[in-house]
Each structure stands twice: as structure tokens, then as C-alpha cells.
């Protein structure tokens, strides 16, 4: 893990992809991380990765972690919220990466 609250993409791309089962892709040039084909995170830029989050998580977090965490208008009915790698706590968003993991893991 790099120093707290300093992530790239190559950070959660290689947290993601030790998760089993968990592939990566590309779509118009961003990656994303997939579970058997369920999202598990996707790259918005290069601060930025939206994850999958059920409410009550999403809501936990964004209340324990709000500089980490934010939920954009176009994601406030769908189960995500947006880290940002730069600004953002490593292990809150490693925790998140992780939940996402599991919440389709459920969903199998």
C-alpha cells in the first residue's frame, strides 16, 4: 500500500485483481474490474473510481469517510460511490474495493 490517502489505478487495479475471480477489462480506454462479469469498480479518470456499494454501506462510508467518498447526482439511485485516489483514505477505499467484491459474490 503506498502512503495514506495515495492511490493510482494501478493501485486498485492490482487490489482488485487479487480478489478471486476478479478480471480486468477495458472500455473506451478506462478499466474496469469485473466479478463473473459483475462490476466491481470501474476508472472514471485518473483520481477517480466509482465501486459498487449497497445503500447501507454506501451511507457508512460517506458518513465516516467524506473525503473519500462522494455520490454524483447520475449515481444517487444506483448502487455506487466515487473514491477519489487522491484525496481519499488507501484502506477505506481497499475496504470498499473488497465489498463490492463480496456484494456479488452474494449476488451469484
Not at 483520481?47 to 467518498?69: C, E, G, K, M
Not at 447520475?74 to 470498499?96: P, Q, T
Amino acid at each position: 500500500m503506498r502512503d495514506a490517502g495515495v492511490l493510482q489505478v494501478d493501485d486498485v487495479a492490482r487490489l482488485a485483481e487479487a480478489l478471486p475471480g476478479v478480471r480486468r477489462t477495458t472500455a473506451d480506454g478506462l478499466a474496469q474490474w469485473r466479478y463473473h462479469g459483475r462490476l466491481i469498480a470501474r476508472q472514471l479518470d485518473d483520481v477517480h473510481v466509482v465501486i459498487r456499494a449497497d445503500f447501507d454501506y454506501r451511507a457508512s462510508v460517506l458518513r465516516q469517510f467524506p473525503q473519500t467518498f462522494s455520490v454524483p447526482a447520475r449515481y444517487s439511485k444506483h448502487m455506487m460511490i466515487v473514491a477519489d485516489l487522491a484525496k481519499g483514505d488507501s484502506g477505506a477505499i481497499e475496504d470498499a474495493l473488497e465489498a463490492a467484491w463480496q456484494l456479488q459474490r452474494r449476488a451469484e
